[in-house]
C-alpha cells in the first residue's frame, strides 16, 4: 500500500496568513493526488485534483503543486472559512489511501 | 441535481451486522465508481472499499475483508455497505463517495454522501 505521509499534523495561523501543507508518498504517484477540506458536520470537499488542478467553485486562493513524491497545498491568504482539517489521497492505485491530515487552527 | 443520499443513523451491538445504503440520483449510475470511506471519532479518513455499480466487482481494503460486503441494485442505482461481526471500534460516521474520471485521467472523490453513524455498543 501506498503511504502517504502529511505534515505538520496541525498549525496555528491567523486570517490573511499564508498556509502551506505538505504530503509525501511512499513511492512515485505522478500527478495523482488530490486535497480534500474537513470540516466537523459537514460533508468533505474536494479542493484539488491531478496535483494541481483546482475542482470548480473553490476559491483560487487554494493551490495544489508538486508531482512523484512530494506534494504541496498552498491557501494563499487563509480566510475564516478555511479553519479545518485537510487530507491528501492518491489514486495512483488501490487501495486508495488519505494522509493522516492536518488541522488548521486559530492563531 | 446529483447526489447520493444515505440511509439513517444505526446502533447496533457488537457481533452483529449492519447494512447501509447510498441512492445515487441525478447521473447515470453506471458510470463512476462508489467507493466507501469512514471517520471514527476523532480519527482520520479511512478508505474501505469500492464497487464498480456496472459490472458489480468489488475491492475491499485488506483490513476489513471478510467482514465488509459491497453490493449493488442498479434498478434503483443504490449501493449498500455490509459490515459483519461489528466491533465498538467500528463506530464511525460512514460515506459513500463518487469518484469522478476527469481528462488527463484523474480521479478524485467529487460528490459525497452526508454520511451514514454507525454506532456499536453494548
Known amino acids: 500500500d501506498i503511504q502517504m505521509t502529511q505534515s505538520p499534523a496541525s498549525l496555528s495561523a491567523s486570517v490573511g496568513d499564508r498556509v502551506t501543507i505538505t504530503c509525501r508518498a511512499s513511492q512515485s504517484i505522478g500527478s495523482r493526488l488530490s486535497w480534500y477540506q474537513v470540516k466537523a458536520g459537514k460533508v468533505p470537499k474536494l479542493l484539488t485534483y491531478g496535483a494541481s488542478n483546482l475542482e470548480g467553485g473553490v476559491p483560487s486562493r487554494f493551490r495544489g503543486s508538486g508531482f512523484g513524491t512530494d506534494f504541496t497545498l498552498t491557501i494563499s491568504s487563509l480566510q475564516p472559512d478555511d479553519f479545518a482539517t485537510y487530507y491528501c489521497q492518491q489514486s495512483y492505485n488501490f487501495p486508495r489511501t488519505f494522509g493522516h491530515g492536518t488541522k488548521v487552527e486559530v492563531k | 441535481q446529483e447526489q447520493l443520499v444515505q440511509s439513517g443513523a444505526e446502533v447496533q451491538r457488537p457481533g452483529a451486522s449492519v447494512k447501509v445504503s447510498c441512492k445515487a440520483s441525478?447521473?447515470?449510475?453506471?458510470?463512476?465508481?462508489i467507493h466507501w470511506v469512514r471517520q471514527a471519532p476523532g480519527q482520520g479518513l479511512e478508505w474501505m472499499g469500492l464497487?464498480?455499480?456496472?459490472?458489480?466487482?468489488?475491492d475491499i481494503a485488506q483490513k476489513f475483508q471478510g467482514r465488509v460486503t459491497l453490493t449493488r441494485d442498479t434498478s434503483i442505482s443504490t449501493t449498500y455497505l455490509e459490515v459483519k461481526r461489528l466491533r465498538s471500534d467500528d463506530t464511525a460516521l460512514y460515506y459513500c463517495?463518487?469518484?469522478?474520471?476527469?481528462?488527463?485521467?484523474?480521479?478524485?472523490?467529487?460528490?459525497w454522501g452526508r454520511g451514514t453513524m454507525v454506532a456499536v455498543s453494548s
Open positions: 463517495v463518487r469518484e469522478y474520471h476527469y481528462e488527463g485521467d484523474e480521479y478524485a472523490f467529487d460528490m
Open positions: 441525478g447521473y447515470r449510475f453506471t458510470a463512476y465508481y
Open positions: 464497487i464498480n455499480p456496472g459490472r458489480g466487482g468489488s
